[in-house]
C-alpha cells in the first residue's frame, strides 16, 4: 500500500517500535502502513462511526493484518484504556475537534508518549491549546498534495506539572520549529500566500467602500504576518 503524501506524512512523524491508536481512522490506511512495515508491532483503528470501520476492517483483512490491527467504534478517545497505546495518531480532522477530543480524553492523553496530529484547519488555536496544555513540540512537517497544504506535529503530552512555551503570533500561525528548521514547503507556502494577498489588495485599492477598506486592513495583518515568517529564510 502506498499512501498519499499527506499521510506518508504522518505515518513518518510516529516512532518506531510504538502501539498505535488511530482516531478517526477512516479507512486505517496508517496503521496498516505502520503495521505492514514492521514500524509498529500493533495497532487499534478507531472510528466514531460504524462505516469508515467497516471499510477500515476490508482493507486491514485484504492486507492479512486482523491479528495485529483491532477496530472499535469510538468518540475520540473514550475505548482506549490509559496505557493501552504509545502514540495517537489525530489526522484529517478540524481543529476544533481535535481540540475537543484531547480535551475530553485528557486521561488516556497523558498515559502516551506522543500525538501525532495534523489537524485540517485552525493551525493556530490548536498549537495555542497545545503550549497552554503544557505539550512539547518534538518535531513539526508539512507536505502539499495538490496544491493544498498540510501541517503537521508530533508532540509529547504534558507531565503533572505543565511547562508552558512562549511562541510569537508569527510561530503560533506557521509552527517554531517549521519556521527555525526552514522547511522548504512552508517557505513555499509563504511566498505564495504573500502573492495572493498583494494581488488582492491590489484589486481592493481601486475601491473607497468601507467593506473594501476593512478588507484591506485584515489582509495587511495577515501579509505582514507573512512576511515576518520568510525573514526566518533569511537568517
Known amino acids: 500500500m502506498e499512501l498519499s503524501k499527506r499521510l506518508q506524512a504522518v505515518a513518518d512523524l510516529v516512532h518506531p517500535g510504538t502501539g498505535v491508536a488511530d482516531i478517526g481512522t477512516d479507512h486505517a490506511y496508517i496503521p496498516i502502513w505502520l503495521v505492514s512495515r514492521g514500524r509498529t508491532p500493533w495497532a487499534v483503528a478507531m472510528d466514531v462511526n460504524e462505516g469508515p470501520l467497516m471499510r477500515a476492517r476490508e482493507n486491514i483483512r485484504e492486507a ?19 496505557g493501552e497505546a504509545d502514540t495517537a495518531v489525530l489526522a484529517g480532522m478540524g481543529g476544533a475537534l481535535m481540540i475537543r477530543i484531547l480535551r475530553e480524553g485528557a486521561d488516556v492523553v497523558r498515559s502516551l508518549k506522543e500525538c501525532v496530529l495534523q489537524p485540517q484547519s485552525e493551525i493556530e488555536k490548536v498549537r495555542t491549546f497545545l503550549l497552554k496544555e503544557g505539550f512539547s513540540f518534538i518535531r513539526e512537517d508539512m507536505a502539499e498534495e495538490d496544491g493544498k497544504y498540510y501541517p503537521m506535529m508530533c508532540v509529547r503530552p504534558p507531565s503533572s506539572a505543565k511547562e508552558t512555551e512562549e511562541w510569537t503570533d508569527t510561530e503560533l500561525q506557521y509552527g517554531r520549529l517549521l519556521l527555525t528548521g526552514r522547511h522548504p514547503v512552508l ?7 504573500i502573492r495572493i494577498r498583494t494581488a488582492i489588495i491590489d484589486s481592493l485599492k481601486g475601491s473607497d467602500s468601507y467593506r473594501a477598506g476593512q478588507r484591506i486592513r485584515e489582509l495587511r495583518a495577515e501579509l505582514e504576518c507573512a512576511e515576518k515568517g520568510l525573514e526566518y529564510y533569511d537568517l
Request: hydrophobic share 30%; aromatic share 8%; net charge negative.
Open 64 to 82: 492479512g493484518l486482523e491479528g495485529k490491527i483491532e477496530t472499535r467504534i469510538s468518540d475520540g478517545f473514550a475505548a482506549l484504556r490509559p
Open 187 to 193: 517557505r513555499d507556502y509563504l511566498e505564495r500566500e
